[in-house]
């Protein structure tokens, strides 16, 4: 068995083709572009993902605004969120994580309006996802991206019905919607936290390991099941070098696995975009 690297770019390609063929259609709907706020905290990290936003807005022919914030009162950030929302040039609003300091993932969930919600975490969009009981009622749904991301690359890497998922993390918006959106694949699914006793020997009972537990290099080579899928979340940077939540060597045990970069995280971004799309189709 050679490892095998879940090519995230290529699928990434896909969506976007999707997404573009959305935008083409909402863009005859409105007489312009869809347009997709983003709400960034300046500097950090948030710059690589702009970055890579910006790129796949432009090939998809989504317009993309940015609002960078230099830390200030919350009140600030929120009353941004509540211009956006009440702007009717604007069809989607995304918040960058990390965070704007001072504010909490409640606020957006609060300040941003279904309507134009990119992300799949107000209340009625996050409820409808936890709704779903399949994969069909799902995948159509605007949801966590990378949750979203990580369910769309089980399914590439051939995830089956009874398998065995262990999800490492139980984030509102990685974790725990990644783990409903692979049960709602019939996989047979585990969520671990920092609490979760004898990690190791879950994994290794894992067809299917996503982690997302934001620590690098937490799972190590040991821990795999030889031929199970490696789905990482993980991002951080050491130096010039991007590593995951995984040890780099799992991959030699793994049947597939997701590089880091270039696996998850150009699905996310793909994601985030086709949701803004389908949004400014779905507009009044
Ligand atoms: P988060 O909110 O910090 O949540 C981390 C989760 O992992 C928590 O549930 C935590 O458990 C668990 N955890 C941490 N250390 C652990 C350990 N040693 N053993 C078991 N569980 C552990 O992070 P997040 O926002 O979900 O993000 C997770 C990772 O995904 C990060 O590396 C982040 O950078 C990455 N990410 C990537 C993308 C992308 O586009 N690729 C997008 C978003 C996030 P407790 O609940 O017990 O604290």
Redesign the pocket.
């Known amino acids: 068995m050679r490892p095998k690297a879940l090519d995230g770019r290529a699928l990434a390609a896909s969506l976007l083709g999707l997404a573009h063929r959305t935008a083409r259609r909402a863009r005859r709907r409105l007489g312009r572009a869809p347009r997709l706020a983003v709400v960034a905290a300046s500097g950090g990290d948030a710059e690589s ?1 702009l970055k890579a936003k910006r790129r796949a807005c432009e090939k998809a022919g989504v317009e993309l605004i940015v609002h960078r914030l230099s830390p200030g009162p919350r009140a600030k950030t929120v009353g941004l969120l509540a211009e956006l929302a009440g702007d009717a040039g604007v069809d989607a609003v995304m918040v960058e ?1 990390p965070l704007p300091r001072g504010l909490h993932a409640a606020d957006v969930a609060v300040a941003v309006p279904e309507a134009k919600d990119a992300e799949g975490v107000t209340p009625g969009r996050y409820g409808r996802l936890f709704l779903s009981k399949t994969w069909a009622e799902a995948h159509e749904l605007v949801a966590p ?2 949750a979203s ?1 990580l369910a769309r690359l089980a399914q590439h890497a051939g995830a089956k019905p009874g398998w065995n998922a262990l999800v ?4 509102a ?3 725990r919607p990644a783990a409903h959106m692979l049960s709602t694949m019939d996989l047979t699914v585990t969520v ?5 006793r004898r ?1 190791p020997e879950l994994c290794r009972r894992a067809d299917l390991l996503v982690v ?4 690098a290099g ?1 799972v190590k080579p040991s821990w795999l099941k030889k031929g199970a899928v490696l789905l990482d ?4 940077a050491r130096g010039k070098r991007i590593v ?2 995984a040890d780099p060597a799992c991959a030699g045990r793994a049947k597939w696995y997701t590089p880091v970069p270039g696996g ?2 150009p699905v ?2 793909a994601v985030a975009v086709l949701q803004a799309a389908r949004l400014a189709l779905a507009r009044k």
Not at 168 to 171: D, F, K, T, V
Not at 192 to 196: V, Y
């Open positions: 993902y994580t991206c990378t991301a490492i993390g139980r984030s918006t990685v974790g671990a936290h920092r609490r979760t990690l997302a537990a934001g620590k937490l979340a993980g991002i951080h995951g939540d998850v995280g996310t971004t």
